[in-house]
């Protein structure tokens, strides 16, 4: 018999640091109904489709590929976004950014930035919460700014916007009042590159150079010119590369630099606030 009890029962997925949660997901997606009425229905008997179609994406878990991926979805803060390849999968950590944020602004009008938005997750959930604000969300991959528009219109999110631009290319003389990023991060040896997830997501979005700290030197090094005076700059990095973002930021002439942590106690973002500087050309 395919009930769902059977069906979740011997639901073997022993690579997974989450199978139970995985085959929930699946099956859920392949009834086209929410995890509640797998509980609710146990005894339920699935079409010989509804099974093709959950064995099919139980293979697909099996060889690796990350659950987002095979629903074409993920949730993010109080979102349901759409999900692809071409993008990093919005992970909990990052929340700490639209979080930090949205505690440093006020909820009066202001523009705000959010480089390598990928999905547009940080920049939709940053305009979800706040209409007053505008938002602009740039990602170097066209793919990436078309997913993230398909996004911003189901959410029907009329304050965010979304350009292609390799960080600033495109911004010539715009200024915000934050400029928020969750830029690639992972030296281009480290062994985690070829471990569970991050094996399926598009590596131009995870490595940067040897320390992997290429692409954070290169935002702050140009994000003075594209803030506002006393606006701030939020990069999610490394758990081990809190001391050196707060170095570089300190460097660069950042003030009240500091470093946040994340639910699991690592400093996971760090932020400056720039206090001027009369040589920065836009």
């Not at 990436?144 to 996004?151: C, G, I, K, Q, T």
């Not at 005076?229 to 990095?237: A, D």
Request: overall charge negative.
């Amino acid at each position: 018999m395919t009930t769902i009890q059977s069906l979740l029962d011997n639901a073997a997925l022993p690579d997974s640091p989450t199978p139970g949660l995985d085959a929930e997901l699946l099956l859920a997606a392949a009834l086209g109904k929410p995890r509640s009425y797998l509980r609710t229905w146990p005894e339920r008997e699935l079409s010989e489709q509804q099974d093709a179609d959950f064995q099919a994406a139980l293979q697909r878990r099996r060889n690796g590929e990350p659950v987002a991926y095979i629903l074409g979805r993920q949730g993010f803060w109080s979102l349901d976004l759409e999900v692809s390849e071409h993008t990093l999968i919005p992970r909990p950590d990052t929340e700490l950014l639209v979080e930090t944020t949205l505690a440093l602004l006020p909820a009066t009008p202001a523009r705000v930035l959010d480089l390598g938005t990928g999905s547009g997750a940080i920049a939709l959930a940053l305009a979800c919460e706040r209409p007053g604000w505008t938002v602009c969300g740039v990602d170097r991959v066209s793919e990436a700014v078309a997913l993230a528009e398909r996004n911003r219109q189901r959410l029907g999110l009329t304050n965010v916007e979304f350009r292609e631009s390799q960080w600033f290319s495109t911004l010539l003389g715009e200024r915000f009042q934050a400029i928020v990023s969750n830029p690639p991060y992972i030296a281009a040896d480290d062994r985690h590159l070829g471990e569970g997830d991050v094996r399926f997501e598009p590596a131009s979005a995870l490595v940067a150079g040897a320390d992997g700290l290429d692409d954070i030197r290169a935002i702050i090094g140009q994000a003075p010119a594209h803030l506002e005076v006393t606006g701030w700059l939020l990069l999610e990095h490394g758990f081990e590369q809190a001391v050196a973002v707060r170095a570089l930021l300190a460097a660069a002439g950042f003030t009240a630099v500091e470093s946040r942590r994340d639910l699991g106690g690592h400093e996971r973002i760090s932020l400056g606030r720039w206090a001027g500087d009369e040589k920065v050309e836009c």
